[in-house]
């Protein structure tokens, strides 16, 4: 077991573990620890605790010390120069014609580097901007590309919930979210309804997934046959994930009713043909390519559709060789010798001669 403290060194970034050696660290607490940016300025989010050594990225740290008041005057300067030096970059980027948008400004708490956040559709070729910009701040300078999903985390705003962006107060991972959340949470896909400020699935999806995957195993399927308690059997037409109630079609010669039960007052199921009742999950060839716009790049569901398109990524080169021999049977077959034969075979089916006919 090994003391550890968390430590996280912005707003809704991530949280490190650090030793607090012999010192006395309380939670809210800011300490001045060292990563490998440099000397950082960071906030106690998780108090004093042991944990195992397997959970514990090796080498962990001490921390440098507790944060004094001309520690936090200075961490207040630092983010004065910010403010000061996002208006000289954007300046410098318009000077150079540059088509990129800076997001905003990140001092070290030593000053030795200077870290800018920018966005662009692709490629920049800055290497003329950073030597501009070194010139003038004289110290290190990084400039990091960022995708959207980040830019909306460091930018902030207000979701359609009318609450404040998950990733801007809280969110210290992007967790994967896919498409099939949204069905297993019966929701529109319709996707200004399922996508973010960011323009990719919003990242709530993920929170009721385990409960709707735990709810969904207990519900029958739509189509299949089920006996209720009192000796009815029918066909499952509607199913309410939340309430856990299930409506049949009960068939009584010519008649037919529709019944609500308890999931618990079900037994003796028998799967059937599984059919679809929601009009909602109806998805046209428009919305569908759509749909395929909100996934992240490197999501699992992108990755196969793009396979299952012909177009693979990195990952599926094995894959693409042996679309091309089968597109090419010619592709990859030895030459053919001068004394090849293609009469020529073995056994009983071998092709006779002409002379011997």
């Known amino acids: 077991m090994v003391k550890v403290i968390g ?18 660290v309380n939670r809210n607490d800011h300490v001045i620890v060292e990563t490998a940016q440099g000397v950082e300025y960071g906030k106690v989010v998780l108090s004093p605790r042991e944990l195992p050594d397997d959970q514990i990225v090796k080498p962990l740290k001490e921390i440098i010390r507790v944060a004094t008041k001309e520690d936090d005057q200075k961490y207040e300067e630092n983010k004065k120069k910010e403010k000061e030096a996002a ?13 990129m948008k800076l997001l905003g400004v990140e001092y070290t708490f030593d000053n030795n580097k200077v870290l800018f956040y920018f966005t662009a559709d692709g490629r920049v070729d800055f290497r003329e901007l950073v030597k501009d910009l070194a010139a003038v701040f004289r110290t290190r300078i990084e400039l990091r590309q960022v995708g959207v999903r980040d830019e909306t985390k460091f930018l902030g705003g207000v979701g359609i919930c009318g609450r404040p962006f998950c990733c801007h107060t809280y969110l210290g991972d992007f967790a994967p ?14 996707p200004t309804k399922i996508s973010g400020v960011c ?65 618990s007052d079900l037994k003796d199921r028998r799967s059937g043909k599984r059919r679809d009742f929601s009009v909602e999950t109806q998805v046209s060839k428009e919305e569908e390519e759509a749909l395929a716009d909100l ?17 693979p990524n990195r990952d599926h080169a094995r894959w693409d060789m042996n679309q091309k021999k089968a597109r090419d049977p010619s592709r990859g077959n030895r030459p053919k010798s001068e004394n090849h034969r293609p009469d020529k075979g073995k056994g009983r089916f071998r092709k006779k001669p002409q002379e011997e006919r």
């Open 7 to 24: 430590v996280r060194l912005r707003r809704a970034g991530k949280v490190y573990y650090f030793a607090p050696g012999e010192r006395e």
């Open 199 to 263: 323009g990719r699935l919003m990242c709530c999806l993920r929170n009721e997934q385990d409960t709707y995957e735990y709810l969904n195993k207990q519900l029958p399927r739509i189509g299949d046959w089920v006996t209720a308690i009192d000796g009815k059997t029918g066909e499952v037409q509607s199913v309410n994930v939340i309430r856990q109630k299930v409506k049949l079609v009960i068939t009584n010669g010519d008649d037919k009713e529709i019944s609500e039960y308890d999931v």
């Open 177 to 190: 979210v896919s498409i099939k959340m949204a069905k297993d949470q019966n929701l529109s896909l319709n």
């Open 87 to 99: 208006v000289i970059a954007n300046e410098r980027i318009k000077n150079h014609g540059l088509e």
């Open 295 to 311: 996934l992240d790049e490197d999501s699992e569901e992108k990755v196969i559709k793009e396979a299952r398109k012909g177009r």
